[in-house]
């Protein structure tokens, strides 16, 4: 108890004390950064946090102070959203922290989750230190597939793909539902897909080659070919399917973001290969077969999306109580 109190009034003098002045180049740094996923708006009012949480931290060097704003603005965002004050007090805890990573990265690996908390806690830690912070916590658990969407839904998406208000729009879209709902591709295996990396193989359908971090080639589904062939009309073989910089994370959702239609619900990739796996679920399809094109090893995603079958059993003309896979039973 003693230590404790020691430690919380070293914490109320440091928090008392103004920052050490930034060195130059880190304070243009912070000044100058900005990020695709915030609105410019909001950017000018987390930018004061991030100058306060690095003014406070010991890190100094560029790369590293580049790769920290990354994270403290994804968390600034996440709490603005949730009317949070932009504050290292209200944002720096354990309690805020926890609550991006399990609500705020719906389409990040459990990798990526991972190392944002830990650099983030670490940064916590340092800044903002007591008991709202505390030094060990439990590791990131097992998260649940996000259910897949309806038959009846992946039809206004497949139709709303093709009809976009610009050409561009279109094209992302395009490629976007055609790879995810069509040949089970995630926010990651689109992060370096390059346009050359999709073959057509003509009445053979089309073929996607599927790079680190899970190689694998998949054959897209018949009913999306003709939305694929669309985006690839006249594309340049070297460019990347999305995006103009290759490794930029969460390159679809800003074109599911921008996606116009009646009706849609709310449009993530998760959900979209989610949807790619339960038609095969409800085709007979061998289960080894799924797990290879799907680039996952354990059944456990089949088995976590198996009470969300039913619309794609009953849209197939499959009993529900006697199907597992098609007219596999």
């Known amino acids: ?9 070293e914490h109320r003098v440091k928090a008392a004390m103004p920052p050490e002045p930034l060195p130059a180049e880190i304070a243009e740094l912070i000044a100058n950064y900005n990020n695709r996923a915030v609105d410019p708006h909001l950017m000018e009012q987390i930018r004061p946090f991030l100058l306060e949480c690095i ?38 805890t354990t309690a805020s922290i926890e ?18 908390r830990s650099r983030l806690l670490a940064l916590a830690a340092n800044v903002n230190p007591g008991p709202s912070v505390p ?14 969407y309806t038959p009846g839904e992946l039809d206004r998406i497949l139709l709303a793909a093709q009809n976009q208000p610009t ?19 995630d926010s990651v295996d689109l992060h370096g897909l390059r346009v050359r990396d999709i073959t057509d193989l003509g009445p053979d359908g089309l073929v996607v080659h599927f790079g680190e971090p899970r190689p694998r080639v998949v ?26 910089k290759e490794g930029r994370k969460n390159v679809a959702a800003p074109a599911l973001g921008r996606m116009a239609g009646y009706r849609l619900p709310h449009l993530t990739t998760s959900r979209l290969r989610a949807s ?11 289960v080894a077969l799924i797990l290879q094109a799907a680039g996952i090893i354990t059944a456990r995603t089949l088995i976590d999306l198996t009470p ?14 006697t199907s597992v896979r098609g007219d596999v039973r």
């Open 1 to 9: 108890m003693a230590a404790m109190q020691r430690k919380m009034a």
């Open 135 to 148: 030094s060990k916590l439990k590791p990131i658990g097992y998260s649940a597939v996000q259910p897949c």
């Open 219 to 244: 054959v897209v589904r018949a009913r999306f070919e003709p939305l694929l062939r669309s985006a690839l009309r006249d594309a340049d073989p070297d460019r990347l399917v999305l995006g103009m």
């Open 276 to 286: 790619w796996l339960a038609d095969l679920m409800t085709d007979s399809v061998p």
């Open 167 to 185: 050409d561009a729009r279109t094209r992302d879209c395009a490629f976007v539902v055609s790879l995810c709902a069509g040949a089970g591709a």
């Open 99 to 116: 609550s991006l990573i399990a609500t705020g990265m719906p389409d990040d690996s459990v990798d990526n989750r991972a190392l944002r």
């Open 55 to 92: 003014a406070r931290s010991e890190i100094r060097g560029k790369e590293s102070v580049r790769k920290h704003l990354v994270h403290l603005t994804a968390l600034a965002k996440h709490g603005a959203g949730l009317g949070w004050p932009l504050t290292v007090a209200d944002l720096l």
């Open 308 to 321: 969300h079958l039913g619309p794609w059993l009953t849209a197939k003309n499959l009993d529900p109580s």
